[in-house]
């Protein structure tokens, strides 16, 4: 694994352990040549899943962005962080489960909403609104950039 800090290739691994119900394992790395210090999770991927956007343009699904949106949309909620992490993981072995390796990126925002609906109404309200406002609702770079604490659609 390639140290983010200095883009050393050889890394160590100073610690594993099971992480998030022994859904994941998270190991603490070492980098020998600068001295940082990271942390990796490893997953078991079920299937490689693809998301095709309205246009139809296709892209490797990643699991980071999901997170991303969810958090920000969960921003200050009282929900534990172990909470969000299984949350996300039942998403995503949903979303591999459904038989098809390829899944309309709408499709994953209504599971998200869905999702949300039943463990926050303020989390769920702030990605629907923003949802629904993204007319193509494909772009999840956009998206994120635009589901920010407090983004309201009075505001646009
Ligand atoms: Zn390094």
Redesign the pocket.
């Known amino acids: 694994m390639r140290?983010?800090?200095?883009?050393?290739i050889d890394?160590q691994v100073k610690d594993s352990r099971p992480a998030e119900e022994h859904v994941s394992i998270r190991r603490r790395r070492f980098?020998?040549?600068?001295?940082?210090r990271f942390t990796t999770y490893e997953r078991v991927q079920l299937r490689d899943l693809v998301v095709i956007k309205s246009n139809g343009r296709r892209e490797d699904f990643d699991r980071d962005k999901l997170e991303r949106s969810i958090r920000i949309a969960l921003q200050k909620r009282p929900i534990e962080p172990e909470r969000v992490d299984q949350m996300i993981s039942g998403i995503v072995r949903r979303l591999e489960s459904m038989g098809e390796t390829d899944i309309p990126s709408k499709q994953i925002g209504e599971i998200v909403m869905e999702t949300l609906a039943r463990i926050d109404t303020v989390a769920y309200v702030r990605f629907a609104s923003v949802y629904k406002n993204f007319q193509a609702a494909d772009d999840f770079d956009k998206f994120v950039s635009e589901l920010r604490p407090g983004a309201t659609l009075a505001e646009k």
Not at 31 to 36: L, N
């Open positions: 140290c983010p800090f200095c883009g050393h890394t980098c020998p040549a600068c001295g940082g």
